[in-house]
């Protein structure tokens, strides 16, 4: 039994390794082009296979340190073509490696059996073609449905450890009875070495699945708790707003009222002068815009006033009629987050000038268009599908983006974010 652990080719071996690689590249966001991913692949497929092929005859003490090496060629193919952390990746490069130990154990169990009814090579072709399709097909897909929603799966040190212990206990359950055959554990058959093998990579693989599923329900409702702290905070100062600008509103009135009765009784220049001076100030408290959704004229018109303390210029031209088939919260969230994020960015502009602000409520077709653009003049990166900050804290840091996206979702439309000529674009697209 010292060497049936080489019943499997190391050539199978290293195919395996790889696609269950290739599998968690092609889920996982990219940072080489197309091109360079297919050069690193087959660079992969290539280093992975002449290792374990050239080092099948070694001692069985060079084993383990020979499966680590394998492991860090592993690591170092998806560390070149995934944009993810070192964390991240380490946490796929274990998930990658169990599934690669099981799609090898459970065709050479397959093939072992074939080949004692039928010894040909196609047929051993057939079946290991066969199976590592179906294992990385339902690999692809398993983990696709996982992590659905989300765009970015956040793994810490602690939740990568607790992967790695698992894959080791794991491997070394499976492989036990290769190295010692006297344990309770142990099996001495030859028949039952594989079944046991294949049997517990495949509780393995199904354990950090279920391990894998629970990080992304927590992040899930992570995320949702935040959206929705989000939400109620955008709806909350609209409600201020609504508050604080209808006792303005009536205080206006009176007060035009007031200073048109005493300009019909006075003649005195010096406090006519003192009249025109009050109603100018009157004057900045008018309703600046009115879209024809009063929602939006309130948003806005809260906006303004830090607006004003900042000198930023903005711009509307909007048909808030257009609107009128959503919800309250959902126009405060959407318009709300976006003009907050569109103020912070033109504050950090230096030239006063160029703090510019641009409102669109459109309709074409058949879509509404919401467009909120401002001026910008840093170069735009996007990681996950969401503009990168560049402030320190990065983890609190997008909320109110996803919050947009999670609202127009709900009328199945859809975000996008764009640099066109140093003007930053969000473009909402409902259908109707």
């Avoid at 996982?146 to 602690?158: S, V």
């Avoid at 509103?249 to 009784?265: E, S």
Wanted: hydrophobic fraction near 45%; include cysteine.
């Amino acid at each position: 039994m010292d060497n049936v652990y080489e019943d499997i080719p190391r050539l199978y071996t290293a195919i395996a390794e790889w696609l269950s690689c290739l599998i968690y590249c092609m889920i996982l966001k990219r940072k080489v082009s197309n091109t360079d991913f297919g050069l690193i692949s087959a660079a992969a497929l290539a280093v992975q296979s002449i290792f374990l092929v050239l080092t099948k005859g070694l001692p069985i003490y060079l084993w383990i340190p020979c499966m680590i090496f394998a492991v860090f060629l592993m690591y170092m193919y998806m560390y070149f073509v995934c944009d993810a952390t070192p964390v991240v990746i380490g946490y796929y490069c274990t998930r990658a490696f169990l599934l690669a130990e099981f799609a090898a154990s459970l065709e050479w169990q397959l093939a072992t059996f074939a080949k004692s009814v039928n010894s040909s090579l196609i047929v051993q072709i057939i079946i290991l073609i066969t199976i590592y399709a179906i294992v990385f097909v339902w690999s692809f897909y398993m983990e696709k449905n996982i992590t659905r929603g989300l765009f970015q799966l956040e793994i810490n040190a602690h939740e990568l450890l607790a992967a790695v212990l698992i894959a080791i206990a794991i491997f070394a359950f499976s492989n036990l009875s290769f190295i010692v055959t006297n344990t309770p554990f142990s099996a001495g058959l030859t028949s039952d070495v594989f079944y046991i093998r294949t049997l517990v990579d495949l509780a393995g693989i199904m354990i950090l699945y279920v391990y894998q599923s629970r990080l992304c329900e927590l992040l899930a409702e992570k995320e949702l708790s935040n959206i929705h702290s989000m939400l109620k905070a955008q709806y909350d100062k609209y409600r201020n707003y609504q508050s604080t600008f209808d006792l303005i509103n009536m205080k206006y009135h009176d007060l035009k009222h007031q200073i048109a009765g005493l300009r019909a009784d006075m003649s005195d220049a010096q406090r006519s002068q003192w009249i025109d001076s009050l109603e100018q100030e009157l004057e900045s408290y008018s309703p600046e815009l009115e879209t024809g959704n009063s929602v939006l004229d309130t948003l806005i018109a809260g906006k303004m006033m830090n607006c004003r303390a900042n000198n930023i210029k903005v711009t509307c031209v909007a048909d808030g009629n257009l609107l009128d088939f959503m919800h309250v919260a959902d126009i405060c969230t959407i318009f709300g987050n976006a003009l907050d994020n569109a103020i912070e960015s033109v504050t950090l502009i230096e030239d006063p000038e160029k703090r510019l602000i641009h409102i669109q409520v459109s309709h074409k077709k058949n879509f509404i268009i919401i467009q909120i653009n401002n001026y910008c003049e840093n170069t735009l990166k996007l990681k996950n599908g969401y503009p990168v900050t560049t402030k320190a804290d990065k983890t609190s840091h997008g909320f109110g983006l996803k919050s947009i996206r999670y609202t127009v979702e709900k009328y199945h439309g859809n975000v996008t974010f764009d640099i066109n000529k140093n003007w930053f674009e969000l473009r909402i697209l409902i259908p109707q």
